[in-house]
């Protein structure tokens, strides 16, 4: 018999096939061990720290282009340094000191806020292209400078220069959690939550910084990773996330400042938990006892008899009638040596009738057996299929859920910020609009739609709400009820999509100075201008990895935004979080929910701060489901899973293999031996296949070639008798 074709190799693969799977599931799921730094607690602190670096690289991007901006308005109406300054900090308040100074000789034309730093700058290289940003040590710490180039009345073009204190976004850490900001050198620049004065944390933290500046990234990403400390002598380990503040192309006022952010915390005494940890093991010794099982039934039940049936076909065909034709009495096989019994009769006896047509009915034959096979190996499989579903036992690490509650106050702190942002650029550019033309209006305001995606359209609305001009899309609402407080907005309250915009007065009165963070609610005496924000960048704010499903809900926890689809103004998909969104009021809280559907890490965190976006009374709510969290039980139950679904594929390939190879051309072979039984001398049987049902069919063949040389011989004996 050929040694790649027949009932042989389907059989012999099958048992190879399941032992493989055996051995994989003892190793991969049997050989897993409790990880006392989960994987889940490790990701917590990259994306803590990749978030925080996302928020600085995008408050320095922002600080620059508004710097940048400012400072353009002046290149056709030049201006006195003095004004210019009073102007810039009567639309932003984010810098603590500003300065105008000459280039080449240094003179200071004019100065506001705190002293600024200069001496680390070589003015004398400065031109007429504004250097990029630094960090400049001083008496009161480490400033960042930012620049742009300014025209001013007597003096033309000057160095606008803007100071500040380099800070972390204003998140919520864990007492036990340290996030800092640290520069080429290593020196922090600014941290948030709990001091780390031990030696070993101080190591942890520089070797994060170190591969931080010496990892290449790949296209498109930002360097960031995450790594483990050695356990004290008390056996605490510390774990640290680390991620660069510069941009992936390095086209961007971060990339030069060479920054990195690392957040680093102890992991808790009991990080992670295996349900079952001699499972692997066990459904190992099962799967290889069922493996020598189904290979001895396949051996017994389909490949004995088919070998039997091809001895007793062969002796036929050789003559050797004497002995009856003894074999299976079910299934294919079975119907074969009945049809082989009646045709070694029929060759002993010529004269005798040929047998009754085999009643047409349906049997399941071979297909039985291999049914059998597959309802055994599904019975292995089937169980560790279902560990893949929800698992309401699973252990959360108290570090990962904290992670969900600090990375979700993140994302509140980017949509707060965008929003005050938005609204400072409108206050910035508003007076440039008071006393300017149509024409002269709609073209800054084209130029600032240009300038930042942030915008779906800018318009001025008169004193009766009429449009005066506009860039963009078509304003959502006009006339007398579009006209308001300053402050950030909500222009509907349904509808296909959320109108989210800011407004503000071209011109300030008295009594109408915003506070620290643009919390200005004055009702405008006169035209007004309405920036309406895109619901995708916002959308786009809110996507980060490892964040899950992520909502912004208004003060009645209506959606208004997500990182993936949802319905405006629609209630919150997963109804377990307003019990969350009841305990955030304040400040940001999360918990692990499990009942009510599968368990997931819930979490919620107002838009606080000051300004008009706080009094809004927004959230954003994440959602991050317990099995997506890469914890020791659910690599497990995964492995499991794998393990199950590769016994089904072995069996599905093994038996698919035989039933299609053997069983159908066997089940075709018995309809021909019973019809050359009951008398079919014309219907030629060929082979198929080079194998054991090939080899029975040939044999067919010849005894059907001998009945009818017998017969002949029969008819030719008749006429002599009579004569």
């Known amino acids: 018999m050929p040694l790649l074709g027949g009932i042989r190799p389907p059989i012999a693969l099958l048992l190879i096939l399941l032992l493989a799977v055996a051995a994989i599931t003892a190793l991969a799921v049997g050989g897993l061990r409790v990880d006392d730094t989960p994987q889940?607690?490790?990701?917590?602190?990259?994306?803590?720290?990749?978030?925080?670096?996302?928020?600085?690289?995008?408050?320095l991007r922002e600080s620059a282009t508004d710097l940048r901006r400012a400072?353009?308005?002046?290149?056709?109406?030049?201006?006195?340094?003095?004004?210019?300054?009073?102007?810039?900090?009567?639309?932003?308040?984010?810098?603590?000191?500003?300065?105008?100074?000459?280039?080449?000789?240094?003179?200071?034309?004019?100065?506001?806020?705190?002293?600024?730093?200069?001496?680390?700058?070589?003015?004398?290289?400065?031109?007429d292209t504004a250097p990029a940003?630094?960090?400049?040590?001083?008496?009161?710490?480490?400033?960042?400078?930012?620049?742009?180039?300014?025209?001013?009345?007597?003096?033309?073009?000057?160095?606008?220069?803007?100071?500040?204190?380099?800070?972390?976004?204003?998140?919520?850490t864990r007492k036990e959690q340290t996030i800092q900001v640290l520069d080429a050198t290593g020196t922090v620049l600014d941290s948030t939550g709990a001091g780390l004065t031990a030696e070993p944390d101080q190591r942890l933290v520089a070797t994060a910084r170190e591969r931080a500046a010496r990892e290449r990234p790949a296209p498109g990403e930002t360097v960031s990773g995450s790594l483990a400390g050695n356990p004290d002598d008390k056996g605490v380990r510390r774990v640290a996330g680390y991620a660069a503040v510069a941009s992936p192309d390095g086209n961007d006022p971060a990339s030069p400042l060479g920054l990195t952010v690392v957040?680093?915390?102890?992991?808790?005494?009991?990080?992670?938990?295996?349900?079952?940890?001699?499972?692997?093991?066990?459904?190992?010794?099962?799967?290889?006892?069922?493996?020598?099982?189904?290979?001895?039934?396949?051996?017994?039940?389909?490949?004995?008899?088919?070998?039997?049936?091809?001895?007793?076909?062969?002796?036929?065909t050789r003559g050797e009638l004497e002995r009856p034709v003894r074999g299976p009495k079910r299934g294919e096989a079975g119907r074969i040596t009945r049809a082989l019994e009646e045709l070694r009769l029929q060759l002993?006896?010529?004269?005798?009738?040929?047998?009754?047509?085999?009643?047409?009915?349906?049997?399941?034959?071979?297909?039985?057996?291999?049914?059998?096979?597959?309802?055994?190996?599904?019975?292995?499989?089937?169980?560790?299929?279902?560990?893949?579903?929800?698992?309401?036992?699973?252990?959360?690490?108290?570090?990962?859920v904290a992670g969900q509650r600090d990375r979700t106050d993140t994302a509140a702190d980017r949509i707060r910020q965008a929003l005050n942002e938005g609204y400072a650029d409108l206050r910035s550019l508003a007076?440039?609009?008071?006393?300017?033309?149509?024409?002269?209006?709609?073209?800054?305001?084209?130029?600032?739609?240009?300038?930042?995606?942030?915008?779906?359209?800018?318009?001025?609305?008169?004193?009766?709400?009429?449009?005066?001009?506009?860039?963009?899309?078509?304003?959502?609402?006009?006339?007398?009820?579009?006209?308001?407080?300053?402050?950030?907005?909500?222009?509907?309250?349904?509808?296909?999509?959320?109108?989210?915009?800011?407004?503000?007065?071209?011109?300030?009165?008295?009594?109408?100075?915003?506070?620290?963070?643009?919390?200005?609610?004055?009702?405008?005496?006169?035209?007004?201008?309405?920036?309406e924000f895109k619901t995708d960048f916002l959308s786009t704010l809110l996507t980060r990895p490892g964040l899950g499903?992520?909502?912004?809900?208004?003060?009645?926890?209506?959606?208004?935004?997500?990182?993936?689809?949802?319905?405006?103004?629609?209630?919150?998909?997963?109804?377990?979080?307003?019990?969350?969104?009841?305990?955030?009021?304040?400040?940001?809280?999360?918990?692990?929910?499990?009942?009510?559907?599968?368990?997931?890490?819930?979490?919620?965190?107002?838009?606080?701060?000051?300004?008009?976006?706080?009094?809004l009374g927004w959230s954003v709510v994440t959602v991050q489901p317990v099995a997506w969290l890469h914890l020791d039980q659910n690599r497990a139950d995964r492995r499991a899973v794998l393990a199950g679904m590769l016994g089904l594929a072995a069996a599905a390939l093994c038996l698919g293999w035989l039933f299609i190879a053997v069983g159908l051309p066997l089940r075709r072979l018995a309809a021909s031996a019973e019809a050359l039984a009951a008398g079919d001398r014309r219907t030629v049987l060929y082979?198929?296949?080079?194998?054991?049902?090939?080899?029975v069919a040939r044999s067919l063949e010849l005894i059907r070639q001998d009945l009818g040389a017998v017969r002949d011989r029969a008819a030719r004996r008749a006429p002599a008798t009579h004569g």
């Not at 810039?88 to 506001?112: D, E, M, N, S």
């Not at 209506?558 to 955030?584: Q, T």
């Open 40 to 59: 889940a607690v490790r990701e917590s602190h990259q994306y803590a720290a990749e978030d925080t670096a996302a928020s600085l690289r995008a408050g």
């Open 71 to 127: 400072a353009a308005r002046y290149d056709n109406a030049p201006a006195e340094p003095a004004a210019v300054l009073a102007a810039l900090g009567q639309a932003y308040q984010k810098w603590r000191g500003t300065a105008i100074v000459l280039p080449g000789t240094g003179r200071l034309l004019a100065a506001r806020g705190e002293t600024v730093p200069l001496a680390g700058l070589d003015l004398g290289k400065v031109t």
């Open 133 to 172: 940003p630094l960090l400049e040590p001083s008496a009161a710490g480490t400033r960042l400078l930012t620049f742009a180039m300014v025209t001013t009345k007597a003096d033309g073009r000057a160095l606008l220069v803007a100071s500040d204190n380099l800070r972390l976004p204003g998140i919520a």
């Open 263 to 316: 957040s680093t915390s102890t992991i808790d005494g009991k990080p992670g938990s295996l349900r079952h940890p001699l499972l692997g093991l066990a459904a190992a010794g099962a799967l290889l006892l069922l493996a020598l099982l189904l290979a001895w039934f396949l051996h017994r039940t389909l490949q004995r008899p088919l070998l039997r049936l091809f001895l007793d076909a062969r002796r036929l």
């Open 348 to 400: 002993l006896d010529p004269a005798r009738p040929p047998a009754a047509p085999a009643p047409a009915r349906r049997r399941p034959g071979i297909a039985l057996p291999l049914a059998l096979c597959a309802v055994v190996v599904l019975g292995w499989s089937g169980p560790l299929l279902f560990l893949g579903g929800a698992d309401q036992e699973v252990r959360v690490p108290t570090q990962v």
């Open 431 to 531: 007076p440039a609009l008071a006393d300017s033309s149509v024409g002269k209006a709609e073209a800054l305001l084209r130029a600032t739609l240009a300038e930042h995606d942030r915008y779906r359209s800018l318009y001025v609305l008169g004193a009766d709400g009429a449009v005066l001009a506009r860039a963009g899309e078509t304003p959502h609402r006009t006339g007398p009820d579009a006209l308001g407080p300053n402050g950030v907005l909500l222009l509907n309250t349904s509808g296909k999509e959320p109108r989210i915009a800011a407004r503000t007065a071209l011109t300030t009165t008295p009594g109408d100075q915003a506070g620290p963070d643009g919390d200005d609610t004055a009702t405008p005496k006169g035209p007004v201008l309405v920036g």
């Open 549 to 615: 499903r992520v909502w912004l809900v208004d003060d009645r926890q209506r959606v208004l935004a997500a990182n993936e689809g949802y319905s405006s103004f629609g209630d919150l998909p997963d109804g377990r979080a307003r019990a969350v969104l009841a305990d955030a009021k304040k400040d940001a809280a999360a918990d692990v929910v499990r009942g009510g559907g599968d368990p997931a890490v819930l979490a919620a965190a107002p838009l606080g701060g000051n300004g008009t976006v706080a009094k």
């Open 687 to 695: 082979p198929v296949h080079h194998d054991e049902v090939g080899a």
